[in-house]
């Protein structure tokens, strides 16, 4: 398919590195909701951004999708083995779409 002459082809220099900086900016710095990892009595709390976890999960969005768009804390109860480790990796793979995992916790990550 060719594009007339009289059309132009934008494209957004580093956007991907820019997407990725205020992903991290948005978790680390600006977060609008805290998951609580529940796999011990006191849980581990992990901030982030939710409109970046809807989108990248399924899980994540029927969890957000009903809460007021208010900063939030919500508890995500640990269970099928996954520890708050396994998930602090998805929470920055989904913030950043990069994650490094060992092909003994591939099997873990992968139904998150």
Known sequence: MTMPESDLMLQWNHHQQIMEDV????????????????DSVEGEHFSGSRILLSASSPLLYALLKDQPF????????????KN???FNSIMSFVHTGTIIVSKDDLEEVIPL
Request: net charge negative.
């Open 23 to 38: 992903a991290d900016t948005l978790r680390h710095k600006d977060p609008d909701v805290t998951l609580v990892y529940s």
């Open 84 to 86: 708050s480790t396994t």
């Open 70 to 81: 208010i900063p939030s804390t919500i508890v995500v109860a640990g269970s099928g083995g």
